[in-house]
């Protein structure tokens, strides 16, 4: 049990610095990024700018769920109850995640 208590500590590590990563990607790198390439490196697709800015801010919040289901998938794995069904709301909420960012995805390309 030692192992498991190691291996989900670990992984919320990992978890909160990936979400720590995700929100600072939302607030400051993606819309700077898109901002200057719309302003100066590419002003033709300039009206593209806010449309982008949308569908990654969106496609960072499918990820921001993803993370916060495995966290809470972790807590059961750690209590021993991963294979309950009140597993199958968090995995549900994993693949919702994944079918909204698929969608966000197919809107931005069309």
Do not use: H, N, Y
Not at 61 to 78: E, F
Not at 79 to 105: K, Q, T
Request: glycine residues 6%.
């Amino acid at each position: 049990m030692t192992l498991t208590r190691g291996a989900v500590a670990l992984l919320r590590v990992l978890l909160v610095l990936l979400f720590l990563a995700t929100v600072v990607g939302q607030t400051l790198s993606l819309p700077g990024e898109l901002s200057s390439l719309a302003d100066a490196e590419a002003p033709a697709v300039a009206r593209l700018r806010w449309p982008l800015t949308v569908a990654a801010v969106l496609g960072m919040v499918c990820v921001q769920v993803v993370i916060v289901c495995t966290w809470k998938l972790l807590g059961m794995v750690r209590a021993d109850r991963i294979f309950s069904r009140d597993a199958f709301a968090w995995v549900d909420g994993i693949v919702w995640a994944l079918v909204a960012a698929w969608l966000v995805l197919a809107a931005a390309a069309g």
